[in-house]
């Protein structure tokens, strides 16, 4: 995960619609389906992935505890990294 892609797509996602990010998670995981999908092709879809999840979390906590889009972002990667050293 990287916090500047996951910043970059919160802003879409409030400049735009969160349906256009559901619809392209959509595809990709749609694409991870493909039997000749080399390792490499299947580790930038994941990474892809996982920052546009993200983004729609950082949204939500900018939607629903009023947070700006620093403060949610920051919560956001304290809790993914939490999560990954226990």
């Given at each position: 995960m990287r916090?500047?892609v996951?910043?970059?797509?919160?802003?879409?996602?409030?400049?735009?619609d969160?349906d256009?990010?559901?619809?392209t998670?959509?595809?990709?995981?749609?694409?991870?389906?493909?039997?000749?999908?080399?390792?490499e092709e299947?580790?930038v879809?994941?990474?892809?992935?996982?920052?546009?999840?993200g983004?729609i979390?950082?949204n939500?906590?900018?939607?629903?505890e009023?947070?700006?889009q620093?403060?949610?972002?920051?919560?956001?990667?304290?809790?993914v990294?939490?999560s990954?050293?226990?």
């Amino acid at each position: 995960m990287r916090l500047p892609v996951i910043k970059h797509i919160s802003t879409f996602i409030e400049e735009n619609d969160e349906d256009f990010v559901n619809e392209t998670i959509e595809t990709l995981e749609n694409l991870t389906e493909l039997s000749s999908m080399k390792d490499e092709e299947l580790d930038v879809i994941g990474e892809l992935l996982s920052n546009m999840y993200g983004a729609i979390e950082v949204n939500k906590m900018m939607r629903e505890e009023g947070a700006s889009q620093k403060e949610a972002a920051n919560k956001f990667m304290k809790r993914v990294t939490g999560s990954i050293d226990k």
